[in-house]
């Protein structure tokens, strides 16, 4: 298993870099995923569309490929009336990121979302048993971890974890912070996550100095619960999830987010308004930062477009 293979490098190295906005790297391309259900719909009639986002992605040298399944649960399909295709369309989805997983000459692990916020809360008991349901299809459908979601609250964040923990698959859950009074009392919280299962907890910022600002705030509780940190960076501050933001020059964003390298994080990707070409230029930038693998001359050359873009 690939994630088997890179595993170690959430403790030194290179740190994984995982994708960027599904929903901007999709509207880059005239696709829009802006409503409930519309992911299942692409999957219905149009997964070319989705293997070429994953081609995209990989040849964007990710070391997590993440399998787009956030909107591939029963309640979500509802809104296009596909329900009852949940489970073909969830695995129809980590199959078509695995075949491009195979095509890459370096492991690429296979990560299921866990979590959406196409889909409107719901009780907390309800919520548990769609979570669990969905995690099961993720695990039998090849995924090699979880990354979790909680739909806007930490309640939710703490379902998804027991959820995706559930299926014995390591479980990285993302918190979402527009600031730093969003996190809390951190201690509790990151205490918590691990109880649930959490493996490593991921910070969705909009800046890279708050990105830092909870690196260093959680470090020792993460260290404590024996975690690993990481951080999606927005492409900037005004960045809005699922749309692109043409402001954002990607050399320059991956200069920054290097800065998460030297504050403990272990994994790094893209958060709102980011594409592949941030992608790219983050994987080329760490690349040069830690040059452990063999290096082609695309790696020493940052520019602002993912290979074959």
Known sequence: MSYEQI?????????LVVGADVGASFRVQ?????APGSLGLLLRRGPEDVLGHYRAEAACRVDVLCALTADTTPRALAEVGMQHRAAMLTGLAVELALNAATECVKPVAVAGLLGSDMVSPVAADRMHEEFVEHAERLAAAGCELIIARGQG?????????VAAASTD?????????RGAEDLGPVTPLIEGLQKAGATAVIFEVPSIDLGIELLDRAEASICAEGLF??????????????FPD??????SWAERALDFDLHGAR?????????EAHTAALA??????HPSLPMTRSDTELDHSPPGM
């Open 153 to 161: 609250s930490h309640l939710g964040l703490m379902t998804a974890v």
């Open 246 to 251: 043409v402001e954002s020059l990607p050399l």
């Open 267 to 275: 994994v790094i990707g893209g958060g709102a308004g980011t594409t």
């Open 284 to 289: 080329r930038a760490l690349g040069i930062v």
């Open 229 to 242: 940190a990481g951080v999606l960076l927005a492409a900037s501050s005004d960045s809005v999830r699922g």
């Open 30 to 34: 005239g696709v829009s995923l802006d």
């Open 7 to 15: 595993r170690h490098r959430l403790v030194q190295g290179r740190p």
């Open 169 to 177: 698959l390591p479980t990285w859950a993302v918190i979402e912070c």
